[in-house]
């Protein structure tokens, strides 16, 4: 079985992924995902073996229909797997009943859509609490207008989603994603309906919360400039995992991108 | 354009079938009313041609001038009677003599109750009567009893039954026969009756004169029976009337039909209210479903679909539906009027046989207001989707709610026009009390009207209220919320609920508040602890011995027991109420009434007492000579004005010395009045009256409660009969909750799944759900509540100077009012809470 992890680079600005990869936030081994069955089934993922390391942001790309959603649904506990099983901070996800899972997604992760999907009811503060007031528990205040001040929320509080432009509204949930530190945020296309500055600001705000909160992020993405903000990017294309780039930049990642393109026949589309 | 909209309805099955339910009930309550007016009337036409059935002409009494209780029987002469028989075409002539009376079953007391026991003579051709056991009676001392009778008093065959009329003392009968009616009928009607010999029918009735209820003549071969009344005219003279049997049944049927009116107006109002409620529902229903398809009207447009084709097709669903559920309401409404129909016959009427007549004007009408009202509540709806244009309902953004704007402010303004209305009727600025009865009623109306209008604005504050109860609770705060995300759509759902509480609230509080004024009354106003009485209602006057009042006295506790007699005489020319008693000053005292002039003292026999509005009715003062002569009597006597009463409902009337008694039409006490001491027993007093009461038949004694209760239990009933309105308004409540759940749960998939991704359990999901079920749900009763007790108050205050003097809220009924909200919220809320708690989440936030 191929290690999904190359050996690093020697270089300045590896301790930040060495280090921290010691212990795994997450790790699938062995997982497949079908659709459908007989003529019309789909298998999105192929047998994907992947580990994510505490503390470091992971990007994962690939072209359209890859699999890539559907990886993270699975490590999310969101969807089930065929085979194979999906590990979340020392507790195996594989099998758990809606109850378990249901919990464990309350505590252990966080999540960002693209769609920014807040409770339109809800002023902002109201939706960063919301994972919290789920469980029936009191927030950490000091974590959270820490989180605040961090995402420039302070002056947005006590507004409704409808009165928050797109960015704000993206930070908002990036905030609740981070309100009851989870073990892993997942963030599915988080800039995709974002201008370049909005996602610029959410993007640094992810990086941020690594470096400085130690926070796990696992961020699926179609942009190259936005997988640059990433310790490491994993490729998938047909539901394999196919690269594995560490420390990339945005060139690196066009490159790399390039460099399967040829291979694989793609459906290259921009988010 | 049909076939594209039985298709789109197919997509919908479930909301259309839901929102269809509430066209079925009303277009089947209308039917049903139309068809049981029409049923019972065929019933009771049938039942009424049977009476007399065979007879050409009828000859009877001219009915007496209204004397209040109709006291003396008048009948047809015994000279009439020959006279008839010897005119010429008379073949023969059929004897009727009927009247109410009393008899004693085996407990004791009379039999019967509310209505009284008939007298007939064996004889009488007004009705067939088949005997079922024994024969008819022979001797005066022998009675032939109806099944009902015997039944009812619990006597049979061979045994004795005590029988009398006001004329007569009490006499026993045997029973030699039971007879029946054609077709196995128990009774008339449900009337308990007694056939005796002819003379003895008539000492009963007519006081032994030789005299007859009705003659039922015969016509000889060849006479026509109108030439027979036209010739039996001139022969009966004055005393009597002439009529053929034709008009004879006309008439009856006429007046029965005013009576099977009633009912069947009382049916079709619960038939408008639900079509009422039903307006909103589809409105909201097609609103809902046009909304969901914003994206295909859109389409329809761009690719070239005009304005009217967009409106075309939606009514063409509405018509479509309509049609369904018309037809369905129709049928079910016509088998419910039938089925009711059997069961008023079988059980009010005894009618044996049941008529049934289905009207092409009751399925016209409940066909056309089943269409009618669902194609008009598209109207609507369906206008406002062809105005979208097409490039906004292109974009999948979800739109800010319509502003309310326009809506809050006609309601407002009705509102306070209503209100304007029931100010100036309360304060009586309009000028008259028919006019300032009328300006409140349709103010209250106007309020009403505009307080639904104001729904949508009152559910911001109301709705957020109201879900302060549920805050301890997370989902329960998400669900508040969501009962209060769209206004508009929230008012509509719990207008439903609304309209039907209002008019329960408003009508509760009225019946109680006239129950609690009359309760309010006999406490204060009447100082006896017990009443002697007979039955509340009763076509006979209950009366007694006045010996029993010195047992009375005699018992322990009882302070004072006055006896009091009635009767409608005729004072200086006109009817006048005329009271006497033992112990007049007792009375007035007990019934705490008050001298404004003349003394307290026992009035001597030539002086008469009267109270101030009487008085001056006739002009006359202290002093001034009246002369009265009573039912009985057969002369004026002259009184002096002795003593001026103070007005007061109780005391109000005439009153003279006890000698005059046995010129009274009821020559025995009516009631009596005991008082009790203070602190003592009431229930061994009440029991003890009773005991000395053993050989009064007709009367017991009841306190004030039971005398109250007694008096009141109509209301009782009323209150209860519309708490079936409540129980339909219930039913088109659920209906409309369900419907707009299902929407919200729907629209908000994505959240659902968003709520479920981050942690939110499925308990979670069904627990918001059902928060904002009950909240809409409590948010209609609630304000239905207020707006109809707000109703309530201005009606009693309204009555007031009729009586209804005392505003009582019914409290155990709102308590029930708000477990049934909850209860509609609780129903309503499985559907969707099931729904939105199966989310799949993928599929909800997956979103490319
Ligand atoms: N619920 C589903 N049912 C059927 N096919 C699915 C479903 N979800 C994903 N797929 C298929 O699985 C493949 C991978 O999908 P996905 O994980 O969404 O790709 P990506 O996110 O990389 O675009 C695609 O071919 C997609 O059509
Ligand atoms: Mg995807």
Same mark, same amino acid.
């Given at each position: 079985?191929?290690?999904?992890?190359?050996?690093?680079?020697?270089?300045?600005?590896?301790?930040?992924?060495?280090?921290?990869?010691?212990?795994?936030?997450?790790?699938?081994?062995?997982?497949?995902?079908?659709?459908?069955?007989?003529?019309?089934?789909?298998?999105?993922?192929?047998?994907?073996?992947?580990?994510?390391?505490?503390?470091?942001?992971?990007?994962?790309?690939?072209?359209?229909?890859?699999?890539?959603?559907?990886?993270?649904?699975?490590?999310?506990?969101?969807?089930?797997?065929?085979?194979?099983?999906?590990?979340?901070?020392?507790?195996?996800?594989?099998?758990?009943?809606?109850?378990?899972?249901?919990?464990?997604?309350?505590?252990?992760?966080?999540?960002?859509?693209?769609?920014?999907?807040?409770?339109?009811?809800?002023?902002?503060?109201?939706?960063?609490?919301?994972?919290?007031?789920?469980?029936?528990?009191?927030?950490?205040?000091?974590?959270?207008?820490?989180?605040?001040?961090?995402?420039?929320?302070?002056?947005?509080?006590?507004?409704?989603?409808?009165?928050?432009?797109?960015?704000?509204?993206?930070?908002?949930?990036?905030?609740?994603?981070?309100?009851?530190?989870?073990?892993?945020?997942?963030?599915?296309?988080?800039?995709?309906?974002?201008?370049?500055?909005?996602?610029?600001?959410?993007?640094?705000?992810?990086?941020?919360?690594?470096?400085?909160?130690?926070?796990?992020?696992?961020?699926?993405?179609?942009?190259?400039?936005?997988?640059?903000?990433?310790?490491?990017?994993?490729?998938?294309?047909?539901?394999?995992?196919?690269?594995?780039?560490?420390?990339?930049?945005?060139?690196?990642?066009?490159?790399?991108?390039?460099?399967?393109?040829?291979?694989?026949?793609?459906?290259?589309?921009?988010? | 354009?049909?076939?594209?909209?039985?298709?789109?309805?197919?997509?919908?099955?479930?909301?259309?079938?839901?929102?269809?339910?509430?066209?079925?009930?009303?277009?089947?309550?209308?039917?049903?009313?139309?068809?049981?007016?029409?049923?019972?009337?065929?019933?009771?036409?049938?039942?009424?041609?049977?009476?007399?059935?065979?007879?050409?002409?009828?000859?009877?009494?001219?009915?007496?001038?209204?004397?209040?209780?109709?006291?003396?029987?008048?009948?047809?002469?015994?000279?009439?009677?020959?006279?008839?028989?010897?005119?010429?075409?008379?073949?023969?002539?059929?004897?009727?003599?009927?009247?109410?009376?009393?008899?004693?079953?085996?407990?004791?007391?009379?039999?019967?109750?509310?209505?009284?026991?008939?007298?007939?003579?064996?004889?009488?051709?007004?009705?067939?009567?088949?005997?079922?056991?024994?024969?008819?009676?022979?001797?005066?001392?022998?009675?032939?009893?109806?099944?009902?009778?015997?039944?009812?008093?619990?006597?049979?065959?061979?045994?004795?039954?005590?029988?009398?009329?006001?004329?007569?003392?009490?006499?026993?009968?045997?029973?030699?026969?039971?007879?029946?009616?054609?077709?196995?009928?128990?009774?008339?009607?449900?009337?308990?009756?007694?056939?005796?010999?002819?003379?003895?029918?008539?000492?009963?009735?007519?006081?032994?004169?030789?005299?007859?209820?009705?003659?039922?003549?015969?016509?000889?071969?060849?006479?026509?029976?109108?030439?027979?009344?036209?010739?039996?005219?001139?022969?009966?003279?004055?005393?009597?009337?002439?009529?053929?049997?034709?008009?004879?049944?006309?008439?009856?049927?006429?007046?029965?039909?005013?009576?099977?009116?009633?009912?069947?107006?009382?049916?079709?109002?619960?038939?408008?209210?639900?079509?009422?409620?039903?307006?909103?529902?589809?409105?909201?229903?097609?609103?809902?479903?046009?909304?969901?398809?914003?994206?295909?009207?859109?389409?329809?447009?761009?690719?070239?679909?005009?304005?009217?084709?967009?409106?075309?097709?939606?009514?063409?669903?509405?018509?479509?539906?309509?049609?369904?559920?018309?037809?369905?309401?129709?049928?079910?409404?016509?088998?419910?009027?039938?089925?009711?129909?059997?069961?008023?016959?079988?059980?009010?009427?005894?009618?044996?046989?049941?008529?049934?007549?289905?009207?092409?004007?009751?399925?016209?009408?409940?066909?056309?207001?089943?269409?009618?009202?669902?194609?008009?509540?598209?109207?609507?709806?369906?206008?406002?989707?062809?105005?979208?244009?097409?490039?906004?309902?292109?974009?999948?953004?979800?739109?800010?709610?319509?502003?309310?704007?326009?809506?809050?402010?006609?309601?407002?303004?009705?509102?306070?026009?209503?209100?304007?209305?029931?100010?100036?009727?309360?304060?009586?600025?309009?000028?008259?009390?028919?006019?300032?009865?009328?300006?409140?009623?349709?103010?209250?109306?106007?309020?009403?009207?505009?307080?639904?209008?104001?729904?949508?604005?009152?559910?911001?504050?109301?709705?957020?209220?109201?879900?302060?109860?549920?805050?301890?609770?997370?989902?329960?705060?998400?669900?508040?919320?969501?009962?209060?995300?769209?206004?508009?759509?929230?008012?509509?759902?719990?207008?439903?609920?609304?309209?039907?509480?209002?008019?329960?609230?408003?009508?509760?509080?009225?019946?109680?508040?006239?129950?609690?004024?009359?309760?309010?009354?006999?406490?204060?106003?009447?100082?006896?602890?017990?009443?002697?009485?007979?039955?509340?209602?009763?076509?006979?006057?209950?009366?007694?011995?006045?010996?029993?009042?010195?047992?009375?006295?005699?018992?322990?506790?009882?302070?004072?027991?006055?006896?009091?007699?009635?009767?409608?005489?005729?004072?200086?020319?006109?009817?006048?109420?005329?009271?006497?008693?033992?112990?007049?000053?007792?009375?007035?005292?007990?019934?705490?009434?008050?001298?404004?002039?003349?003394?307290?003292?026992?009035?001597?026999?030539?002086?008469?007492?009267?109270?101030?509005?009487?008085?001056?009715?006739?002009?006359?003062?202290?002093?001034?000579?009246?002369?009265?002569?009573?039912?009985?009597?057969?002369?004026?006597?002259?009184?002096?004005?002795?003593?001026?009463?103070?007005?007061?409902?109780?005391?109000?009337?005439?009153?003279?010395?006890?000698?005059?008694?046995?010129?009274?039409?009821?020559?025995?006490?009516?009631?009596?009045?005991?008082?009790?001491?203070?602190?003592?027993?009431?229930?061994?007093?009440?029991?003890?009256?009773?005991?000395?009461?053993?050989?009064?038949?007709?009367?017991?004694?009841?306190?004030?409660?039971?005398?109250?209760?007694?008096?009141?239990?109509?209301?009782?009933?009323?209150?209860?009969?519309?708490?079936?309105?409540?129980?339909?308004?219930?039913?088109?409540?659920?209906?409309?909750?369900?419907?707009?759940?299902?929407?919200?749960?729907?629209?908000?998939?994505?959240?659902?799944?968003?709520?479920?991704?981050?942690?939110?359990?499925?308990?979670?999901?069904?627990?918001? @759900?059902? &928060?904002?079920? $009950?909240?809409? =749900? +409590?948010?209609?009763?609630? /304000?239905?509540? *207020? %707006?109809?007790? #707000? !109703?309530?108050?201005?009606?009693?205050?309204?009555?007031?100077?009729?009586? @209804?003097? &005392?505003?009582? $809220?019914?409290? =155990? +009924?709102?308590?029930?009012? /708000?477990?049934? *909200? %909850?209860?509609? #919220? !609780?129903?309503?809320?499985?559907?969707?809470?099931?729904?939105?708690?199966?989310?799949?989440?993928?599929?909800?936030?997956?979103?490319?």
């Amino acid at each position: 079985m191929p290690l999904s992890t190359p050996p690093a680079p020697q270089s300045v600005q590896q301790s930040r992924g060495l280090q921290q990869r010691s212990r795994a936030a997450v790790t699938a081994t062995g997982l497949w995902r079908a659709y459908g069955s007989g003529e019309a089934q789909v298998v999105a993922l192929r047998d994907v073996s992947v580990a994510f390391a505490s503390g470091q942001f992971t990007a994962i790309m690939g072209p359209s229909g890859s699999g890539k959603s559907t990886l993270m649904h699975c490590l999310a506990g969101l969807d089930t797997t065929d085979r194979g099983s999906v590990d979340i901070g020392g507790t195996v996800i594989t099998g758990l009943g809606d109850k378990a899972l249901t919990k464990l997604r309350r505590d252990k992760i966080g999540f960002i859509f693209q769609q920014f999907n807040l409770l339109p009811t809800l002023t902002a503060e109201e939706n960063i609490l919301l994972p919290a007031s789920i469980a029936g528990a009191k927030a950490d205040p000091a974590w959270i207008s820490q989180i605040i001040r961090t995402l420039d929320l302070q002056e947005r509080l006590s507004h409704k989603p409808t009165e928050l432009s797109g960015g704000q509204q993206q930070r908002v949930a990036c905030a609740r994603a981070l309100a009851t530190r989870p073990e892993v945020v997942f963030a599915d296309e988080p800039t995709g309906n974002l201008d370049t500055r909005s996602s610029g600001e959410v993007l640094r705000f992810l990086r941020k919360s690594v470096d400085d909160f130690g926070q796990t992020i696992v961020m699926v993405t179609h942009d190259p400039s936005a997988a640059a903000y990433a310790d490491r990017v994993v490729f998938l294309a047909d539901g394999q995992i196919v690269r594995d780039l560490d420390r990339p930049t945005a060139d690196s990642v066009i490159d790399t991108m390039r460099g399967f393109e040829n291979r694989v026949p793609l459906a290259g589309e921009a988010a | 354009m049909f076939r594209a909209a039985l298709k789109g309805m197919a997509a919908r099955k479930a909301r259309l079938a839901l929102t269809s339910l509430a066209v079925v009930l009303g277009s089947a309550f209308i039917a049903a009313a139309l068809v049981l007016t029409a049923s019972i009337q065929a019933t009771v036409d049938e039942l009424n041609a049977e009476s007399f059935a065979g007879s050409d002409v009828l000859v009877q009494p001219v009915a007496p001038e209204s004397r209040g209780d109709s006291l003396v029987q008048q009948g047809v002469s015994a000279e009439t009677l020959a006279a008839v028989e010897g005119t010429a075409g008379v073949e023969r002539v059929g004897i009727t003599v009927a009247g109410a009376i009393n008899a004693i079953g085996d407990n004791g007391k009379v039999v019967g109750g509310l209505s009284p026991t008939m007298a007939a003579n064996w004889a009488d051709e007004a009705h067939d009567r088949e005997l079922r056991e024994g024969r008819g009676p022979e001797g005066d001392g022998e009675v032939a009893v109806s099944a009902k009778f015997a039944d009812d008093a619990g006597l049979g065959l061979g045994e004795s039954v005590t029988a009398y009329s006001q004329t007569t003392g009490q006499t026993a009968y045997e029973i030699v026969g039971v007879y029946g009616y054609p077709g196995g009928r128990d009774s008339l009607g449900g009337a308990t009756e007694i056939a005796f010999t002819t003379a003895e029918a008539q000492r009963l009735v007519f006081d032994g004169d030789d005299a007859y209820s009705a003659l039922a003549v015969h016509a000889a071969d060849g006479t026509d029976a109108d030439d027979l009344a036209a010739a039996l005219e001139p022969v009966v003279g004055s005393e009597s009337q002439v009529r053929t049997w034709e008009d004879y049944n006309a008439e009856a049927t006429a007046q029965s039909a005013e009576l099977t009116g009633l009912v069947g107006n009382f049916l079709l109002g619960f038939g408008l209210i639900a079509v009422f409620v039903s307006v909103f529902l589809i409105a909201n229903t097609f609103s809902i479903v046009i909304a969901g398809r914003l994206k295909e009207i859109a389409t329809m447009r761009a690719i070239g679909a005009g304005r009217s084709q967009v409106v075309r097709s939606i009514l063409a669903e509405a018509l479509i539906l309509g049609a369904i559920a018309a037809v369905v309401g129709t049928a079910v409404g016509i088998a419910g009027g039938a089925g009711l129909t059997a069961a008023i016959a079988n059980s009010f009427l005894d009618a044996g046989q049941v008529s049934l007549a289905v009207p092409v004007s009751a399925v016209i009408a409940a066909l056309a207001v089943g269409i009618g009202v669902t194609v008009l509540a598209a109207l609507v709806p369906a206008v406002r989707a062809s105005k979208v244009p097409p490039v906004e309902a292109m974009r999948a953004a979800v739109k800010a709610d319509r502003p309310i704007t326009v809506i809050t402010v006609v309601g407002t303004i009705v509102t306070l026009a209503g209100g304007a209305a029931m100010a100036l009727g309360l304060t009586h600025n309009l000028g008259g009390d028919k006019a300032a009865l009328a300006g409140t009623a349709v103010g209250a109306g106007l309020v009403f009207v505009g307080v639904t209008m104001l729904t949508a604005w009152l559910s911001k504050p109301l709705v957020g209220a109201l879900g302060r109860l549920w805050s301890w609770n997370f989902a329960g705060k998400l669900g508040r919320r969501n009962a209060a995300r769209n206004p508009r759509r929230t008012a509509v759902t719990a207008s439903a609920l609304m309209i039907g509480v209002t008019l329960v609230t408003a009508t509760a509080t009225l019946l109680t508040s006239v129950k609690a004024s009359i309760e309010d009354y006999f406490g204060e106003a009447v100082k006896a602890e017990l009443f002697v009485t007979g039955p509340a209602v009763s076509e006979l006057p209950a009366s007694f011995d006045p010996a029993v009042m010195d047992d009375i006295r005699a018992i322990d506790d009882v302070d004072a027991a006055v006896e009091i007699y009635y009767d409608i005489a005729d004072i200086d020319g006109t009817e006048q109420y005329v009271n006497t008693t033992t112990d007049f000053g007792g009375i007035i005292d007990l019934f705490s009434g008050e001298f404004a002039e003349g003394g307290t003292g026992e009035l001597a026999d030539d002086e008469i007492a009267v109270n101030q509005s009487a008085a001056d009715q006739l002009g006359v003062g202290i002093g001034d000579a009246v002369a009265a002569e009573f039912t009985r009597g057969t002369e004026a006597h002259e009184f002096t004005v002795a003593a001026i009463l103070v007005d007061n409902e109780n005391t109000d009337g005439w009153y003279v010395a006890p000698v005059y008694a046995d010129e009274f039409y009821t020559v025995k006490p009516m009631m009596a009045l005991v008082d009790v001491s203070d602190g003592a027993d009431i229930d061994a007093v009440t029991a003890a009256v009773d005991d000395a009461l053993a050989g009064e038949p007709e009367v017991s004694a009841q306190n004030h409660e039971a005398f109250v209760a007694e008096v009141t239990v109509f209301f009782d009933f009323a209150i209860i009969a519309i708490q079936l309105l409540l129980g339909l308004a219930m039913i088109v409540a659920v209906i409309g909750v369900v419907n707009t759940l299902i929407l919200s749960v729907l629209e908000r998939t994505r959240e659902l799944g968003m709520l479920r991704a981050i942690g939110m359990t499925r308990g979670q999901t069904v627990r918001m @759900v059902i &928060v904002e079920s $009950v909240t809409i =749900a +409590l948010f209609g009763a609630v /304000l239905g509540i *207020a %707006v109809g007790l #707000g !109703l309530g108050w201005a009606l009693q205050n309204a009555l007031a100077d009729s009586g @209804v003097d &005392v505003f009582a $809220v019914p409290t =155990a +009924l709102i308590a029930g009012y /708000l477990a049934a *909200a %909850v209860l509609v #919220g !609780l129903l309503a809320a499985i559907a969707p809470a099931t729904r939105a708690a199966k989310t799949n989440i993928l599929g909800a936030i997956a979103y490319e």
